[in-house]
């Protein structure tokens, strides 16, 4: 198994976020590469030094992802990658279960938080993800190209569970499930005028809104006010009208969806001036 070191890097730094060290990663990367091996041949593969590579083993056997094969010398051979992941999927649920059940009998009732913030890029997608993967009717978003490629699964995702999932973009945007309204302007061309906006609207009931700038300082929030709701609704209303008028594209159907819960601001203008004009 070939790996090039832009993946290599890859696996060790998720492997990090998943809590092994960088010695464990790349041990398991050099058996992955040839087994069964013997920990003369891992240290050697690795660069993990002979004197810590057996110490590696013992931990990764402890912990699952290697099995040693009776032998003198002993030899090791790895969790096949997709028995690694579901490993790995059981024991995070398990312990995120611990620790809810925890955290619950440490913290009493506790105000619900209407509105948070969120920093840094990351986070911002990790939000999106989560509104999205929660959204039982539908979803709206303005967005730019960037962060559609990278919210791709996500909306494929919730399109399955039957979303009704509605994208905006000033940019050309990917082949994605749902319904796309693109202007088809080229991101470099805005970009001279403005900065990486997103707004999300799930279920009329939450928002998404602020900058998306891939640093640690971006900031955005999250938001169940209804006032807060109403305005980033309102934005995007405006923005499939003007769309509409633009391109001569029927968005009437989206407006439609995300308008029903606010005044029929229309209807009421028209009794108005049906009632001035009898009066």
Excluded at 48 to 66: D, K
Excluded at 105 to 129: D, I, M, N, R, S
Excluded at 181 to 190: E, N, P, Q, V, W
């Amino acid at each position: 198994m070939a790996l090039g070191s832009e993946v290599e890097e890859r696996v060790v730094a998720s492997m990090k976020q998943l809590g092994f060290t960088a010695t464990d990663a790349k041990t398991y990367i050099a058996l992955l590469r040839g087994h069964p091996a013997t920990g003369y041949e891992l240290a050697a593969r690795s660069s993990v030094p002979r004197s810590a590579i057996y110490g590696v083993l013992r931990r990764l056997q402890s912990l699952g992802l290697v099995n040693a094969i009776e032998d003198k010398p002993a030899r090791y051979v790895p969790l096949p990658p997709e028995r690694l992941h579901g490993l790995l999927e059981s024991r995070f649920t398990r312990n995120l279960e611990t620790f809810k059940t925890a955290l619950d009998q440490v913290v009493g009732p506790t105000a619900e938080v209407a509105t948070w913030t969120v920093v840094g890029y990351k986070a911002l997608l990790e939000q999106v993800e989560r509104l999205v993967g929660n959204a039982r009717e539908r979803v709206c978003l303005s967005l730019w190209r960037r962060e559609a490629e990278q919210l791709a699964r996500a909306f494929g995702e919730a399109v399955e569970r039957g979303v009704d999932v509605v994208l905006f973009s000033f940019n050309p945007l990917p082949e994605l499930p749902g319904t796309i309204f693109s202007y088809g302007i080229d991101a470099a061309r805005l970009e001279a005028w403005w900065d990486h906006k997103l707004i999300l609207v799930a279920d009329d009931s939450v928002v998404l809104v602020g900058d998306a700038r891939p640093t640690e300082e971006n900031r955005a929030v999250v938001s169940e006010e209804p006032a807060l709701v109403e305005m980033a609704v309102a934005n995007l209303v405006l923005d499939l009208t003007l769309f509409a008028q633009r391109t001569g594209v029927d968005t009437a159907e989206a407006i439609t969806h995300l308008t029903r819960h606010l005044a029929p601001v229309d209807d009421l203008i028209a009794e108005a001036v049906a009632s001035r004009d009898g009066g």
